[in-house]
């Protein structure tokens, strides 16, 4: 059987939360982008894009990469602003942070994320807004 108390221990200890947080964030936003967009890109693509069998994997597969990266991207740019800021005001982790924390840590990470004129992050706009 395998001994998982070092690794729940290691978890437990507040110093690493911040980080912890911050990997889980980035799978959540790999994993998440690849649930949402494949099964939009497949279809669209089938429906509506000429080509051949190939071509047609070659963009499904290439928007939901682009989309898998940037979400994975935004949280890992949102929550180390969110922390910077957090360091920075000498908030401690169990603190209440103000909510403009949030909202410059959003506008950072959507501008350098999302800054770019493409169909995959137009569509990212219209959700957002």
């Given at each position: 059987?395998?001994?998982?108390?070092?690794?729940?221990?290691?978890?437990?200890?507040?110093?690493?939360?911040?980080?912890?947080?911050?990997?889980?964030?980035?799978?959540?936003?790999?994993?998440?982008?690849?649930k949402?967009?494949f099964?939009?890109?497949?279809?669209?693509?089938?429906?509506?894009?000429?080509?051949?069998?190939?071509?047609?994997?070659?963009?499904?597969?290439?928007?939901?990469?682009?989309?898998?990266?940037?979400?994975?991207?935004?949280?890992?740019?949102?929550?180390?602003?969110?922390?910077?800021?957090?360091k920075?005001?000498?908030?401690?982790?169990?603190?209440?942070?103000?909510?403009?924390?949030?909202?410059?840590?959003?506008?950072?990470?959507?501008?350098?994320?999302?800054?770019?004129?493409?169909?995959?992050?137009?569509?990212?706009?219209?959700?957002?807004?």
């Amino acid at each position: 059987m395998l001994d998982l108390s070092h690794l729940t221990t290691l978890i437990n200890v507040p110093d690493y939360h911040f980080l912890f947080s911050l990997l889980k964030g980035f799978r959540n936003g790999i994993v998440y982008g690849c649930k949402v967009r494949f099964p939009h890109s497949l279809v669209m693509t089938t429906l509506f894009k000429d080509g051949t069998v190939s071509e047609k994997i070659l963009t499904i597969l290439k928007a939901t990469k682009r989309h898998a990266r940037n979400l994975a991207l935004m949280v890992f740019i949102f929550k180390t602003s969110h922390w910077a800021q957090r360091k920075v005001g000498g908030i401690a982790a169990f603190e209440r942070a103000p909510e403009w924390f949030t909202l410059i840590s959003g506008a950072l990470a959507g501008y350098f994320v999302f800054g770019t004129d493409n169909p995959v992050d137009q569509q990212v706009y219209l959700v957002i807004f």
